[in-house]
């Protein structure tokens, strides 16, 4: 019988991570890396990615991808794959935002915030999910959503639909997949105190009464915890949804957000 009380160790476990440039990407391949894991950081700004993993301390390997070119995204697994001899673990957390009211949205933005958000984690899946099933070990999905993406808000229809589709296409790949023994789940938080979220405020701040309340105090009294999402919520979350303490949850989407949103 497995030790209930161990840590969670990935040690000998390959990790594949996208959008590890940013905030929320960067602490969970930190994560990752410290639980044992061999991590491959991705991002569409290797340079910046590069700047990262100096500024973290991290040994990660580090390729360039835009997970919306599905060209792009066979090359890097495919890389992987040869260098690695496997990938254990997937965390799709590439992902883009765009305050944009009904009247304001454009076909341009919207196709791509469906294609890094819903397209890149849908075939970023499938081929890592080939080479898992290929390989007959199993293996590990994890989607960064939202939790924009179990209640819209007025401003993020777009955005919200994207992250709905991410929860979507979570329960329908762990359908699919359980059967070669691969996990598929997701997190969902809520506001997340990082660059994007900055960005956020300042998106709303105009739009808002002068004298009424900001943003962030307007998060925080709808969260019953009183703060607001940290990256490294974000990244001890997915370790465990990564590790075997998670080994029978499968199609499941795990709020983070202090209580924003209770189901």
Do not use: H
């Not at 944009?100 to 933005?109: A, K, S």
């Not at 059967?179 to 105190?193: F, K």
């Amino acid at each position: 019988m497995a030790d209930l009380s161990a840590p969670c160790d990935l040690s000998g476990q390959t990790a594949l991570v996208t959008g590890a440039a940013g905030g929320v990407g960067a602490e969970i391949a930190v994560c990752l890396e410290r639980a044992g894991a061999r991590v491959f950081a991705t991002d569409l700004d290797s340079a910046r990615l590069a700047d990262v993993r100096t500024d973290r301390g991290a040994a990660w390997d580090i390729r360039a991808l835009d997970v919306s070119n599905i060209e792009d995204v066979g090359s890097v697994v495919g890389s992987v794959c040869e260098e690695a001899g496997k990938i254990d673990i997937l965390v799709n957390c590439a992902g883009i935002y765009r305050m944009q009211f009904l009247p304001e949205i454009t076909e341009p933005e919207w196709d791509r915030l469906f294609a890094v958000n819903v397209k890149g984690a849908a075939f970023m899946t499938q081929a890592v999910a080939q080479s898992m099933t290929a390989a007959g070990r199993g293996g590990v999905i994890v989607n960064v959503a939202s939790a924009a993406g179990r209640r819209a808000t007025a401003g993020s229809i777009a955005y919200s639909a994207s992250k709905a589709a991410v929860i979507s296409l979570t329960q329908g790949c762990a359908s699919e997949l359980a059967a070669s023994r691969i996990r598929v789940n997701a997190i969902a938080p809520g506001a997340v105190e990082t660059e994007m979220w900055d960005q956020v405020q300042r998106d709303y701040a105009g739009r808002l009464p002068v004298d009424g309340p900001t943003v962030k105090e307007m998060q925080l009294s709808m969260t019953p915890m009183g703060r607001i999402c940290t990256a490294e919520d974000c990244a001890r979350a997915v370790l465990f949804l990564a590790s075997d303490q998670s080994a029978f949850v499968t199609g499941q989407t795990l709020n983070v957000d202090g209580g924003l949103w209770m189901n």
